[in-house]
């Protein structure tokens, strides 16, 4: 079991840089993968991001690579996304999710336990 506490987002401008968090309770945190995701209104949840436990593998959608990247600091059980060069279409809902399984996957439906979620505009 563990809980995801998520924080960051706001209002950005094309081209801004933003970094969104995510902090998970319990000592096995490192031992999870964990993803993040995003849902614009009216779409379906989609993958961004994800890294397996051991940080080996680290998958990014198309639409985020060469801007986004994933990165963790298992001293304070928590895991960011490092977001560059903003676009309108990056607008969503973001959030992280873990894995006990500890397989980077792009599925949602593989990731038990999810944040709350941190709300993300960028305008043009």
């Known amino acids: 079991q563990v809980d995801l506490v998520q924080s960051g987002g706001g209002l950005m401008q094309t081209g801004d840089s933003l970094r969104l968090s995510c902090t998970g309770s319990?000592?096995?945190?490192?031992?999870?993968?964990v993803g993040w995701f995003r849902q614009a209104p009216g779409k379906e949840r989609e993958f961004v991001a994800a890294q397996s436990w051991s940080g080996a593998t680290v998958d990014y959608a198309d639409s985020v690579k060469g801007r986004f990247t994933f990165l963790r600091d298992n001293a304070v059980k928590t895991v960011y996304l490092q977001m560059n060069n903003l676009k309108p279409e990056d607008t969503a809902l973001y959030y992280c999710?873990?894995?006990?399984?500890?397989?980077?996957?792009?599925?949602?439906?593989?990731?038990?336990?999810w944040g709350q979620g941190t709300q993300v505009t960028v305008s043009s």
């Open positions: 319990g000592r096995s945190f490192s031992g999870y993968a």
């Open positions: 999710a873990a894995d006990p399984a500890g397989m980077a996957t792009i599925r949602p439906s593989e990731y038990p336990y």
